[in-house]
C-alpha cells in the first residue's frame, strides 16, 4: 500500500481494494456514458445495456438466469430484504417461523431481531465447536411453520463453510425457502445455486476486489416477494431508483475475474495459510477457531489466552500490519463475539482473538513477518498482565 512501505494487508474479509481492471470497467458509466438507463435516448440504451450485461455476467457466476439477479446497494440490504421479504410474504399463509444460526452476520441477526419484535418466532441453531450447523438438527428444527432458513455460506469470522448443499437439499425436500448469506464465498468459492437447491443468495462486490455500496440478491424465479423500494420500474419494480450502472459493471466484472482466478488463488492461499496456521499454533495457550478443513482459503482465526485481542491489534498497527479480532462490525465493542461464544470458547479467551485474512498477492516473506510479528507482542502482552502470570503460577 502506498503510505507506508512495509505495510502489510491482512484483512481481506473486512474489504477488498478494487482491482485496476474494475476500475478500467466502472469509469466509462461516469463521465462518457453517463445516461439514465430509463431513458429511450442512445446514453440511455448504453447504459441499459451495460447494466444488462452486468446483470448476465453476475447471473452466470452463481449459475442463475440473469431476471433472478437484483442490485442492491449493500450485502447487508441484501440480507434484510431476504429474510424481511420472505418473513412477510409467507405470513401471509400463516408460516411465522424462521430458522438461522447464532454464528451469522449482524446483517442477519439483527434482521431476525427486527422480525421477532414483529411476532415472528426465530430459532437460533447452535453450531458444534467446529463452527458448522448440524444439517440433521437444522432438519429436526423445521415445521410446517416454518418460512425461511437463513444459514451463510462461509463464516467472516472464523471462514468456517457451512453445510449448504445438504442444507439446500433438506429445505427443498420439506418444501421450505432456503437463503444464504453468501458475502464471504462469493468470487472465493464456487457456487451453483440451482445444483444447490439456494432460492436466494447475498452478494456484496467489495468483498471480491470490487467497489464498496454495491450487493445483489438472487431470487429464485417464481417467489412470491414484497418490493424493497417503491417507486420507478427498476430492477422490475422491486427495488426502485436510478440503477448504479458503474457499481453493477464493477461487481459483475470483479465477480467475473475472481471466478476465473479462483482455483489458482486457492492452490496459491492454502499453502501459505496453512504454514502461517501452524506457526501460530506453536504459541503456547493459542488454538484455531472454526474447522481446519472446511475453510476459506486464505482464513485464519486463532485465540490466544491471556491476552486482549484488540491490544494486540493495536501494537499490530503500530507495526504496519492490518489484522482483525473477529468483526469489523464488532470491534470497539468490549463484547467478545458472539460466533466464538456460539463455539463454546469460553468469553475471557474469545476475547483473546485475532483473525488474518489474505489478500491475493499475500507472500511467504509477508507470512513471516507476520507470524514472527504476532510471536513476539503475544509473548509482550502476556509478560504485562498480571492475570497470565498468575494462571502462569498456579
Ligand atoms: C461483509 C459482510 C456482510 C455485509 O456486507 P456489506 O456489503 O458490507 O453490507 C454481510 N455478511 C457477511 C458474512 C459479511 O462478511
Redesign the pocket.
Known amino acids: 500500500m502506498p503510505e507506508q512501505p512495509n505495510y502489510i494487508y491482512a484483512d481481506n474479509?473486512?474489504?477488498t481494494p478494487l482491482l485496476q481492471p474494475v476500475l478500467e470497467a466502472m469509469l466509462p458509466y461516469y463521465i462518457e456514458n453517463f445516461g439514465n438507463p430509463s431513458a429511450v435516448y442512445k446514453a440511455g440504451r448504453t447504459a441499459k445495456r451495460a447494466l444488462e450485461e452486468a446483470r448476465e455476467r453476475t447471473a452466470r457466476c452463481i449459475n442463475c438466469l440473469p431476471q433472478e439477479i437484483y442490485f442492491t446497494?449493500?450485502?447487508?440490504?441484501?440480507?434484510n430484504w431476504a429474510i424481511k421479504g420472505v418473513a412477510h410474504a409467507m405470513a401471509k399463509q400463516g408460516k411465522t417461523q424462521i430458522i438461522t444460526s447464532k454464528i451469522?452476520?449482524?446483517?442477519?441477526l439483527h434482521t431476525c431481531a427486527a422480525l421477532e419484535k414483529e411476532g415472528f418466532s426465530v430459532i437460533y441453531l447452535d453450531v458444534h465447536e467446529n463452527g458448522r450447523v448440524v444439517p440433521e438438527e437444522l432438519e429436526a428444527a423445521l415445521t410446517d411453520q416454518t418460512a425461511l432458513v437463513s444459514i451463510?455460506?462461509?463464516?467472516?469470522e472464523t471462514g468456517t463453510i457451512q453445510p449448504v448443499s445438504e442444507i439446500g437439499k433438506i429445505c427443498r425436500k420439506h418444501g421450505v425457502l432456503f437463503h444464504t448469506?453468501?458475502?464471504?464465498a462469493a468470487g472465493h468459492l464456487p457456487i451453483d445455486v440451482a445444483a444447490q437447491n439456494i432460492d436466494l443468495l447475498?452478494l456484496?462486490?467489495?468483498?471480491f476486489n470490487g467497489p464498496?455500496?454495491?450487493?445483489a440478491l438472487y431470487i429464485r424465479q417464481g417467489i412470491f416477494f414484497p418490493n424493497l423500494i417503491d417507486g420507478g420500474t427498476q430492477e422490475r419494480g422491486r427495488r426502485a431508483g436510478t440503477e448504479n450502472v458503474a457499481g453493477a459493471v464493477g461487481l459483475s466484472v470483479a465477480l467475473e475475474l475472481a471466478c476465473a482466478s479462483m482455483a489458482e488463488r486457492t492452490a496459491r492461499l492454502i499453502p501459505l495459510r496453512d504454514k502461517l496456521t501452524d506457526g501460530l499454533l506453536k504459541i503456547e495457550r493459542s488454538r484455531l477457531n472454526g474447522d481446519r478443513e472446511h475453510r476459506l482459503p486464505g482464513h485464519i482465526s486463532v485465540c490466544f489466552e491471556g491476552i486482549e485481542g484488540e491490544s494486540l491489534l493495536l501494537m499490530l498497527d503500530l507495526k504496519g500490519i492490518c489484522a482483525s479480532s473477529g468483526?469489523?462490525?464488532t470491534s470497539g465493542s468490549l463484547d467478545p463475539s458472539h460466533v466464538l461464544l456460539a463455539l463454546g470458547i469460553p468469553p475471557e479467551i474469545a476475547h483473546g482473538s485475532l483473525r488474518l485474512s489474505l489478500p491475493d498477492d499475500f507472500t511467504e516473506s509477508e507470512a513471516d513477518t507476520v507470524l514472527q510479528t504476532v510471536t513476539e507482542l503475544v509473548a509482550r502482552l502476556r509478560s504485562l498482565s498480571p492475570l497470565w502470570k498468575k494462571t502462569r503460577r498456579g
Open positions: 474479509a473486512a474489504t446497494a449493500s450485502g447487508t440490504e441484501a440480507d451469522e452476520h449482524h446483517a442477519v451463510m455460506y462461509a463464516n467472516n448469506d453468501a458475502v464471504q447475498s456484496s462486490a467489495h468483498k464498496k455500496g454495491i450487493g468483526s469489523a462490525c
